[in-house]
């Protein structure tokens, strides 16, 4: 599943994968990707969540391990870990970054401007709960996670190489930029 600027010459690509194009004057994005299978998952979640009905508490252990190497770091990580509806106050605690309960999400929404290759967080969080009359189950919606991977692509699609022909003696700059997003990157607790 690919999309290509409009200046690419699509026989040529149907014809032998070879990407030609007269490019447009100024940057641009010649082609966006999507791929299913056999992803290399930058980061690995692991939730604990342990209910105490009784004593109206939730408490929420979370553990985020960046599966690429230390070469390499992810921007804007977001992690929107969601609690009960009747929550009351939270007490958070992080390794790094920044958290804190954000009502109108009904989520605990954790922050982290740069999150290093090989490393791992973790978020600590006791959540206090309203006592409520009708005991109802907690639907445990996914944890949905937000970043950026510059300069990694989790696919494993690279450019094998870029050649420039030029006839005008126009100046050209050659250069490639990966750059891995979370699309919609969800872990069920």
């Not at 014809?15 to 030609?20: G, H, L, M, V, Y």
């Not at 391990?65 to 804007?76: G, K, L, R, Y």
Request: hydrophobic letters at 40%; charged letters at 25%; a positive charge.
């Amino acid at each position: 599943d690919c999309t290509f600027h409009r200046c690419v010459r699509l026989g040529k690509f149907d014809a032998d994968r070879t990407i030609t194009f007269i490019p447009p004057d100024g940057e641009f994005e010649l082609m966006r990707y999507r791929v299913t299978d056999n992803i290399n998952l930058p980061f690995r979640i692991i939730p604990a969540i342990r209910e105490m009905q009784q004593q109206n508490r939730v408490f929420i252990n979370l553990k985020v391990i960046a599966n690429f190497s230390q070469e390499h770091f992810a921007t804007h990580v977001v992690v929107k870990i969601p609690v009960p509806k009747n929550t009351a106050k939270t007490k958070i605690k992080t390794s790094f970054g920044r958290a804190k309960y954000e009502p109108e999400t009904q989520a605990i929404v954790w922050r982290v401007k740069k999150f290093p290759g090989n490393s791992e967080c973790i978020l600590g969080a006791d959540v206090d709960l309203m006592p409520t009359v009708r005991n109802k189950a907690w639907a445990r919606p996914p944890i949905n996670v937000e970043f950026q991977v510059p300069t990694f692509t989790s696919s494993g699609v690279h450019v094998r190489f870029l050649r420039v022909y030029d006839k005008s003696g126009y100046h050209t700059n050659r250069w490639v930029r990966y750059i891995t997003k979370a699309g919609s990157y969800q872990i069920r607790i």
